[in-house]
């Protein structure tokens, strides 16, 4: 059978046209290039994993370009080319490609095409042209019950989620793209070697909840292709909750993703004497309490946190029970309480407890009636001569404090806790009007160099504070031992008195 001529004309243009259409709808077409952690346009950065997102652009099957080794160039018949030349390709599909920026990339700006090689043409997307900068990051991310929570493992190197929150205080990696050039240099495509270590170049800060976070590394993660780790301290302050994280390398900033974190439950690790870090603690004598997240602040009480007489029994929210009496608080901060031991005539093993926001720490001290310690400025006692110039070497606090030796026969002002009940008695927790001289002075002995001085006065002077007044007895220049003893418990060894006759 035979067509006339005018139809086999049509029916010829009729499937030229339609291969000519076929044609053409298949040549790859985009407009911009994402960042591919934060999936947003801008510029591009050596070494940053990048997007593009359009029409096109490969087969409708998906393909993951991985391997164990470096990334190909051409995958699934696609090739992205910066500057004309050929980029490590991670993912390819007909809407969205995954790639690798070079980092020899070099100019403020570069060009960026897509090619594709399909049914034996080769297509080609327009040439568009980008901005090149040297960082430009992008922090991973996931959403997850409708957040958009940042890619974060803790310190054991599990998925923080908000059902497995970080803790404050607690070192976190986070993982992103785009933080630029590294020493040493990693070829892109390749996976980044395990050692030696590839530090990012550019400064890298990261902040959390609006705070700067400590501790900041930023580095290409081992065996990722492109993949940077951001190794980071979690700061001080914060509130629990979903805290915004922001990188910032060099000048340019991330976008903000979320990062679930609750205050650490507080733990007590040590209580001790305050002046001698001895571990035993007397009623009314003040105490250091040791250990971690025992306070989200770090300061020492001040007149607002004062109600008539009494001492303050809570400090940003911190409060201290020893045998389950209430301890007035003078000093919080993460790692260390400073604590009035409550009037108790108990003594042996007592529970100490810390509250605050986060729970409650318990944890043990030795109650004693006698914990005496002087308090130490380095190797020497808080001393004072009648001038209130230091008892020390000469000069040895700088300038602003003068310091001078004492002399055999000066009768020197010296400071400590811990030293037992008085008479009249003093309530712990309380303001302190007057002195109060120790019960049974017979029971005190204060020897300097080994020689026994005279004690003139020995008492509470100040809210769980001792004022000794003591004479120096004849001894040779040069630092001398001082050790104090009362009801046989003796003072801190190593303290000494700087003597000049």
Known sequence: MSFPPARTLGYSLT???????????????????????????????PGEIAAIIGTNLGDAVPASCVTTGPLPTSCAGVSVLIDGKAAPLTYVSATQLSFQVPFDITGTSATVQVTRQTGGQTLQSAVLSIA???CAP??????????????????????????????????????????????PVVNAGSPTPNTPISTVIAPVRIFVGGR??????????????????????????????????????GDVSSQPVLLPVVEPKPMITGVSNNASGQPGISSGSWVSIY?????????????????????PAV???????????????????????????????????????????????????????????????????????????????????????????????????MFGTGFGPTTPAVPAGQVV???????????LH?????????????????????????TIPAVPDGDQPIVADIGGVSTQSGLLISVKN
């Open 315 to 413: 400090i940003d929210g911190v409060s201290v029970k020893i045998n389950g009496k209430s301890a007035a608080v003078y000093y919080v901060s993460p790692v260390q309480l400073s604590v009035q031991a409550p009037t108790d005539s108990a003594t042996g093993p007592v529970q100490v407890q810390v509250m605050n926001s986060a729970g409650t720490a318990t944890g043990t001290a030795t109650l004693q009636t006698y914990a005496p310690g002087f308090f130490p400025l380095g190797k020497y006692p808080a001393a004072v001569h009648a001038d209130s110039s230091y008892v020390a070497p000469d000069g040895y606090f700088g300038p602003g404090a003068p310091s001078r030796p004492a002399q055999p026969g000066e009768t020197l002002l």
């Open 15 to 45: 499937l030229l046209l339609g291969l000519l259409a076929s044609a053409q709808a298949q040549t790859p077409t985009f407009s911009s290039v994402l960042n591919g952690a934060s999936f947003t346009a801008g510029p591009i950065a």
């Open 291 to 311: 250990g971690t997240a025992l306070s989200g602040t770090t300061r020492m009480w001040q007149a607002s946190d004062f109600s008539g007489t009494s001492l």
């Open 138 to 183: 992008g922090l991973s991310a996931s959403t997850q019950n409708g957040l958009n929570l940042g890619a974060f493992l803790n310190s054991a190197g599990r998925v923080v989620s908000v059902a497995s929150p970080v803790e404050i205080g607690e070192v976190v990696t986070g993982y992103g793209v785009g933080f630029g050039a590294t020493n």
């Open 212 to 249: 700067e976070a400590a501790a900041v590394r930023a580095l290409l993660a081992p065996s990722f292709y492109g993949i940077y780790q951001i190794v980071f301290t979690v700061p001080q302050g914060l509130k629990a909750g979903n805290q915004p994280v922001v990188a910032m390398a």
């Open 433 to 443: 009007s007057g002195a109060a001289p120790v019960a049974d002075p017979t029971q």
């Open 446 to 470: 204060i020897r300097i160099g080994g020689v026994p001085a005279t004690v003139q006065f020995a008492g509470i002077v100040a809210a769980g504070e001792y004022q000794f007044n003591v």
């Open 132 to 134: 090149v900068v040297p």
